[in-house]
Antibody, heavy 118, light 111 residues
Framework: QVQLVQSGAEVKKPGASVKVSCKAS????????MHWVRQAPGQRLEWMGW????????KYSQNFQGRVTITRDTSASTAYMELSSLRSEDTAIYYC???????????WGQGTMVTVSS | QSVLTQTPSVSGAPGQRVTISCTGS?????????VHWYQQLPGTAPKLLIY???NRPSGVPDRFSGSKSGTSASLAITGLQAEDEADYYC???????????FGGGTRLTVL
């Protein structure tokens, strides 16, 4: 079945970087855009950016410009999201989500908890 | 502050009908961009509930319906059930921000 499986929880110190992976299966990885969305504890969903797995083109939210990098490995059907210069406010669950033709996110990963603490 | 505004909470008794609103502006909903709705049960990832303003993915009960008018959109839930208790988010695109935007979320409590 179509699914996105993310890497496990991470604990990082302020100033460090974190890289979360999202492995796709059950569909052609390069045919659908992959987005990243985060959710701080008790807070709303926040869009971070997306990648076209077919050509590697990316677009990032202004809120994360300069700190986030989204990449992909087509041979592994995996997308990655790296966030640098971590601060406590980056403590959140990070989700990858597949964008369907209608621009809605029809498949979501299970989420990866990233905790930033000294 | 979310670009799309949602009422923080709504409640209803089993069997009742509730509506959740999502108010945007001329750079997102009012510009013609579609609105999508997600249901997030406690401790789980969001699930697509309505796409393209009013379309239900396969498997979503017809108790859930969506509409859009002007700079706003609404999600209606009829025949409320206990398992509908969740957070609901609207999503669209904003041309001023050149990106995806979400509402602040609405917590539905089934009394």
């Amino acid at each position: 079945q179509v699914q996105l499986v993310q890497s496990g929880a991470e604990v990082k110190k302020p100033g460090a970087s974190v890289k979360v992976s999202c492995k796709a299966s059950g569909y052609t990885f390069t045919s659908y855009a992959m987005h990243w969305v985060r959710q701080a504890p008790g807070q709303r969903l926040e869009w971070m950016g997306w990648i076209n797995p077919g050509n590697g083109n990316t677009k990032y939210s202004q809120n994360f410009q300069g700190r986030v990098t989204i990449t992909r490995d087509t041979s592994a059907s995996t997308a990655y999201m790296e966030l640098s210069s971590l601060r406590s406010e980056d403590t959140a669950i990070y989700y990858c989500a597949r964008r369907q033709e209608t621009d809605a996110f029809d498949i979501w990963g299970q989420g990866t908890m990233v905790t930033v603490s000294s | 502050q979310s670009v799309l505004t949602q009422t923080p909470s709504v409640s209803g008794a089993p069997g009742q009908r509730v509506t959740i609103s999502c108010t945007g502006s001329s750079s997102n909903i009012g510009a013609g961009y579609d609105v999508h709705w997600y249901q997030q049960l406690p401790g789980t990832a969001p699930k697509l509930l309505i796409y393209g303003n009013s379309n239900r993915p396969s498997g979503v009960p017809d108790r859930f319906s969506g509409s859009k008018s002007g700079t706003s959109a609404s999600l209606a839930i009829t025949g409320l059930q206990a398992e509908d208790e969740a957070d609901y988010y609207c999503q669209s695109y904003d041309s001023s921000l050149s990106g995806v935007v979400f509402g602040g979320g609405t917590r539905l409590t089934v009394l």
